[in-house]
């Protein structure tokens, strides 16, 4: 029987913008914006947004360890958002936006804490890190028109402003990541 691929969801802000970094990664096998580590079950945007959930904003990734590894997921993770603001992403603000690494195994767990252990110790930040790192729990799949969202709507506004400039800084520092298709 053929073991499952791994999965690992990451809060940084707006999915959109997380998701459309994430497709592009060679080994990285599916990207899904959702919510989770929230109370409420089946939570809409709406309810997320509203803040009475508790639920993070985030992308749930299943990847190949054999092509790409966790160390180099967190890597693009940490240079695609800030890690040291609370509950906040550049203009977007409220728990749901909060920096977080929602791992599934012990092992994701301990890659997490040791990188944010050593970005802390470089001085990697100005400013503390403050990425939450929990087991995934309560995981709901966000409603199909925040799916993909950023290759279907390249030309508006928020993903022109802020999700594009996160792909090319992407691009420029990981270019050997980079899935050969895009």
């Known amino acids: 029987m053929q073991q499952a691929s791994p999965t690992i969801a990451l809060g940084g802000g707006c999915f959109w913008c997380t998701e459309a970094v994430f497709v592009q990664v060679r080994g990285v096998l599916d990207v899904e914006s959702g919510y989770c580590n929230g109370q409420r079950p089946q939570p ?52 749901q936006y909060r920096s977080g690494i929602y791992f599934t195994s012990p092992e994701q767990q301990q890659e997490a804490l040791a990188l944010i252990d050593e970005l802390s110790q470089c001085g990697a930040y100005a400013r503390a890190i403050l990425t939450e790192v929990l087991p995934l729990a309560n995981y709901w799949p966000a409603e199909d028109y925040h799916q993909d969202f950023f290759e279907k709507n390249p030309y508006q506004g928020y993903c022109m402003a802020v ?11 990981f270019a050997r990541l980079q899935k050969s298709d895009r």
């Not at 999700?163 to 520092?173: E, G, L, M």
């Open 44 to 95: 809409t945007y709406e309810q997320v947004c509203s803040g009475s959930t508790g639920h993070a904003e985030v992308v749930k990734l299943v990847y190949d360890p054999q092509q790409i590894s966790v160390r180099e997921i967190l890597e693009i993770f940490f240079l695609i958002h800030d890690p040291t603001s609370l509950n906040a992403q550049g203009n977007d603000h409220g728990t």
């Open 163 to 173: 999700a594009a400039p996160k792909v090319a800084k992407f691009r420029k520092t």
